[in-house]
């Protein structure tokens, strides 16, 4: 895959290079260390995306990128309050960003959870020196998407 100038090479493919694995939650952690491997911190978050959404559509799994997450809130319907940038296997939420403090961007995710009504995500920060700095993996409860409904 060629990045402007920059060109990401392995030895085969990086469904080939891993063994096959049923357990989305490590291929989701996989594909992250393989792009953070391979390109290193620093990068425009939408190089880290792209790459991303490759990695993952090579471990045969189903995903969805740029999710919209719906919130309701009493009579206002708010089609895209937020978005996943991916969700894999109708169970993970998955977000990359490139910076921001580590604890708001633990509530972040857990809040695209309780949005999404899905019980495990993870946040990857890849403008980290060392990128397992930069892994956040929640759970939640399971619960419904959210929709906030204040009325007494």
């Known amino acids: 895959m060629a990045l402007g100038g920059l060109k990401m090479v392995s030895n ?6 891993r063994a096959p694995s049923l357990d989305p939650a490590k291929h989701v952690a996989q594909a992250a260390l393989h792009v953070y491997h391979a390109l290193g911190g620093g990068m425009d978050v939408d190089i880290y995306r792209q790459c991303m959404a490759e990695e993952l ?3 045969l799994m189903a995903v969805e990128q740029d999710v919209a997450l719906p919130l309701i809130y009493r009579d206002l319907k708010l089609d895209r309050a937020a978005s996943a940038d ?6 993970i939420v998955v977000l990359i960003r490139t ?18 009504g899905k019980e ?12 397992r700095k930069g892994i956040l993996h929640a759970r939640i409860k399971a619960q419904p ?7 007494q």
């Open 57 to 59: 559509k090579q471990g």
């Open 145 to 151: 998407a959210m929709q906030a409904d204040n009325t």
């Open 99 to 116: 910076g921001g403090d580590m604890k708001e961007r633990e509530l972040e995710l857990r809040s695209l959870l309780r949005l999404s």
């Open 12 to 17: 085969g493919s990086a469904a080939q290079q």
């Open 86 to 91: 991916f969700i894999v296997s109708d169970s």
């Open 120 to 131: 495990e995500g993870y946040l990857f920060n890849f403008r980290v020196p060392d990128i």
